[in-house]
Each structure stands twice: as C-alpha cells, then as structure tokens.
C-alpha cells in the first residue's frame, strides 16, 4: 500500500519560488515511483499525472508557465511539452492573449541561454527576423552613423566589444588625467566635476546592465563625457591663446621702447645707464613661475569660457 504524500499548504505552494516548487515536486514524484513496485505502468502514469496536476492547481495561474519550465530543467529528460500536456486539464484552457501573457511573464526569468533558444524557436516560427547584426535597432544606427558604416556592412559582436573596451579604457584614463589637471591648474574654478552618481567608470557600468535605469545613466554617461571633452578642448585650445597673451604681456613691459617709456615716465631717460638699470629691475620679474602661472592662467580662463558656453578670448 502506498502512503499518501503529504501535501504542501497552499500558501507554501503560492510562496515557493519555481526552483524549489520544482525540487519539492520532484521529490514527491520520485518517492511515488519507488512505492509503486506492483503497480502497472497505466496506474503508476495515472498517478504521477494526477499528483502534477493536484500540484498545478495550487498555483496562481500565472506562476504556472515559470513553474512549470523549473520542473522541466529538473527533469532533463522529459519534454517540456509532455509537462504543459497535462496543465490544461488543472484548470480552464487559457486563450490566445492569456497564453501570451502567461509567456512574456515568464521572459524575463530566462537566463542568456535560454533566450537565446526561445529567439531561435520564434525566428523558425518566423515571428521574429534573425539577424546577422549584435546590435539592433537605435543602437545599430548610431554605430554606423558615427563610423559611417553602409547598410550592408557587417559587425562583429565580438570585435565590437574588443573595440569598446579599447575605447573605454583610453577614455576612462584620459577623463581622470584631465580633471586631475584641471584641479591642479584652477583650484578655485568653481567648475568641477560632476561626480553625485559616481565617476565615468561607474555611470557606464551601471548604464551597461541593461536595466530599468539604463536609459538614467546612459545620460548621466553622455553628460560626463561632453563635460570631459569640454574640458579637454578648452585646455588644449586654450595653449594658443595662452602664448599670445604672454607675447602680448612681454611687449608691453619688457621690450626696449618699453623700458624707455617707462624710465621716462618716471622723470628720468637722460642716459643709457638709467634705461639698462630698469630693464634689470624688470628682468628679474621673468622668472620661472611668473611664466608658468601667466600661461596656466591664461589657458584657465580660455577652458572656463568654453566650459561655461562664452566665447573665449584671445
């Protein structure tokens, strides 16, 4: 005589989560196939049918598709099919749009390989189109709109990530190195940057995970990445002005025709000795860090203008 199985509550079965649903089952299941020695095979398939079925209906009906494919994996050897040819007699056939429903539910709890299998099964369905493409879609069209790709071109995947990589490796270092320059260079710019979220290397982790934020950091991303090309732009088209402006300085003060109308405005010019005795006076205001901080801060105020959207003066 076979002793009954105990059943799990109800509220047991509505909480379990499909693996363990599935693992409890399975258990259950296998200890009936080993009470069932002198059973025949027609009573023992009855039985195991009717103890899935006891098992659907104590399942919300929309659980039932994730369940179900649980149970499937724990059994590699049966179909998923002949699982799924018992559940409709646990409860009312389901319609068209409710099998669908049921179907995009259970989705997003496939893992890589399994949607990847499900692509495949809908492409040979003809529901869905394969492509040769790993990007599709908006994506698919910016890369080739900014490497000017032609439609027939191929990509591929994973040079595409090899390239990425490259890519955000050089730019990841090149945004610490200038915003370290730039701190260094302007300690008391009030332009700093922007870090509330974290720094690049982090927005574009969290950007690449493909979750409900994506679209969040992927701005985040481009908002960082347009501040750092700025900053990058203002400082390298800033050293031109830079030399000007010290040219322009040097003129000014320190040139002969300078110097003399200096001397003479002072009230004196009535020797040459008086003139090669205010140029050493000046001479000795050229020095190293006068240089170095006129040129700093003339390429300072240029990536300011820039950065802050002004139009930067020579």
Known sequence: MVTPVPPDSPIDVANAKPAAWAASLVTRLKYLQGNLPEATPENRQALLEEELRRALQELPLEKRGSHLYALASAFPEWELAAATAIAPAAGARQTPDEV????????????????EKVKQQLAALGLVLPSN?????EALVAVRTKLKLDAEDPINGPQLAKLFAAYAEAMLALDQLAWNVWRNAAP???IRRDVAQGDLRTVTRRSLSGDAESATTLAQVQKQLEASRQLIAGLLAGLGPAGKNFARRYQQRYTPDAV??????EGGG???????????????????????????????????????GSQPRD
């Open 100 to 115: 669908i429903k049921s179907f995009l539910q259970l989705v997003p709890s496939l893992a890589g390989e399994q949607r």
């Open 133 to 137: 493409q790993p990007i599709e879609g």
């Open 188 to 190: 008391k710019s009030p």
């Open 260 to 265: 003399r109308e200096l001397v003479r405005a």
């Open 270 to 308: 009535k020797n040459d000795a008086q003139f090669w005795k205010k140029h050493t006076e000046l001479a000795a205001e050229i020095t190293e860090t006068v240089i170095e901080d006129d040129v700093q801060a003339a390429v300072v105020k240029y990536a300011e203008d820039l950065m802050r």
